[in-house]
């Protein structure tokens, strides 16, 4: 019965330890890395670096020749 499963993700290395990902837990290889994934996430490991936000001042030069 095992031979008539469909495979509908492909099998990848875990992001957090690398073994093979498992369908249940995809990408991740068990709940545990999956776990580990969600708190980098709410602690702010992952951060998208960026350089500093310009204001309307230094965007729009024409408001101040009036």
């Not at 602690?43 to 729009?60: K, M, R």
Request: hydrophobic residues 30%.
């Amino acid at each position: 019965m095992a031979d008539n499963v469909v495979r509908l993700k492909p099998t990848r290395p875990c992001p957090i330890c690398g073994k093979p990902s498992s369908q249940q837990h995809h990408p991740f290889c068990s709940g545990r890395c999956a776990d580990i994934d969600l708190n980098r996430w709410l602690s702010g490991a992952y951060v998208i670096p960026a350089g500093p936000a310009e204001t309307d001042a230094e965007t729009d030069p024409d408001d101040d020749e009036v």
